[in-house]
């Protein structure tokens, strides 16, 4: 029997990481499951007991473009141009 998989998004913060959990085939049924320090073992700690329950799980977070504020679209150094360094 295949087990239901569960969606584990995480926004990470300095000190803290919210997470949110979705089951999937559900749409737009999100629920915010709290939040948890942010350090390995935290992290850990939560992937065991939400695996316990029998799910499976992938886990989620926001593109880091979306927390340092640069986008895919930002303008790039032309690694082909001369550097003045070179000169």
Not at 39 to 43: E, I
């Given at each position: 029997?295949?087990?239901s998989i569960t969606y584990v998004g995480?926004?990470?913060h300095k000190d803290?990481?919210?997470v949110a959990l979705a089951a999937a085939g559900l749409r737009g049924e999100?629920?915010?499951h709290g939040k948890i320090p942010n350090?390995?073992?935290?992290?850990r700690a939560l992937a065991v007991k939400l695996a316990a329950a029998?799910?499976?799980l992938r886990f989620v977070m926001k593109p880091a473009h979306a927390v340092t504020?640069?986008?895919d679209n930002s303008p790039k150094r032309d690694t082909n141009a001369p550097s003045s360094r070179h000169r």
């Open positions: 029997m295949a087990k995480l926004d990470v803290t990481i919210a999100v629920r915010e350090a390995p073992g935290a992290l029998g799910r499976e504020g640069f986008s």
